[in-house]
């Protein structure tokens, strides 16, 4: 399964800003997005379940601000980003894993099968 994340870009603190990750196959099961900056572990940001409940689990230092969906029929799952901040500033990754977990396993990279390549983000002040 290939990822691929898009929509990254330059924008200032208080703007909006839309990712979407689209995978080739419909095989997975959770959708997830990620973020990393220089020095810093990967920090999950929201899982989202493709099937079953729907479900959808956010971290706390986001789920104010930022919103997932889905688009099943295109594979596609989308993060928007609101009141962003400079401390947003990131490279934004989606993930994909075969399963749905439960909430710790859901914030672990390891947990996910596949990986998009990126989209770097940039909240100026």
């Known amino acids: 399964v290939q990822l691929q994340a898009s929509g990254g870009g330059l924008v200032q603190a208080g703007d909006s800003l839309r990712l979407s990750c689209e995978a080739s196959e419909n095989t997975v099961t959770t959708m997830s997005w990620f973020r990393q900056t220089p020095g810093k572990e990967r920090e999950f940001l929201v899982a989202?379940?493709?099937?079953?409940?729907?479900?959808?689990f956010y971290a706390d230092s986001v789920k104010n601000r930022f919103t997932a969906s889905k688009d099943n029929a295109k594979n596609t799952v989308y993060l928007q980003m609101n009141s962003l901040k400079p401390e947003d500033t990131a490279v934004y990754y989606c993930?994909?894993?075969?399963?749905?977990?439960?909430?710790?396993?859901?914030?672990?990279?390891?947990?996910?099968?596949?990986w998009g390549q990126g989209t770097v983000v940039t909240v100026s002040s």
């Open positions: 989202v379940a493709r099937r079953g409940s729907g479900s959808t």
């Open positions: 993930a994909a894993a075969l399963n749905w977990g439960a909430r710790s396993l859901l914030q672990s990279r390891n947990w996910y099968n596949y």
